[in-house]
Nanobody
Framework: QVQLVESGGGLVQAGGSLKLSCAASGRTFSSYAMGWFRQAPGKEREFVATITRSGGSTYHADSVKGRFTISRDNAKNTVYLRMNSLKPEDTAVYYC????????????????WGQGTQVTVSS
């Protein structure tokens, strides 16, 4: 069992930056690939970024590539999402998730989810 708690969301102006954190409980954090997803009101949950167990490989959605960066610190049981050059269309609830198999862009490949943190970007 893995429990995930996101933090770092908030209100920011367009062009600004935020860094989200996701703290995981348990001693098996490094056994899980991790991902970030987001969901805006009235829209489906959308893939943002994913990272392998070791952190050696990452993949970002085209919509955030070059602006967002996923990373992890296995010693701290934490995965991060650095978000730069934020746009109003980035407004959403951001979720972190843990996958027991391989890193993936598909929500159904993830076994555990956090409760989400709200990111609001004003124009």
């Amino acid at each position: 069992q893995v429990q995930l708690v996101e933090s770092g969301g908030g209100l920011v102006q367009a062009g600004g930056s935020l860094k989200l954190s996701c703290a995981a409980s348990g001693r098996t954090f490094s056994s899980y690939a991790m991902g970030w997803f987001r969901q805006a009101p009235g829209k489906e949950r959308e893939f943002v970024a994913t990272i392998t167990r070791s952190g050696g490989s990452t993949y970002h959605a085209d919509s955030v590539k070059g602006r967002f960066t996923i990373s992890r610190d296995n010693a701290k049981n934490t995965v991060y999402l650095r978000m730069n050059s934020l746009k109003p269309e980035d407004t959403a609830v951001y979720y972190c998730a843990a996958a027991g198999r391989s890193y993936s862009v598909l929500p159904h490949d993830y076994d555990y989810w956090g409760q989400g943190t709200q990111v609001t970007v004003s124009s």
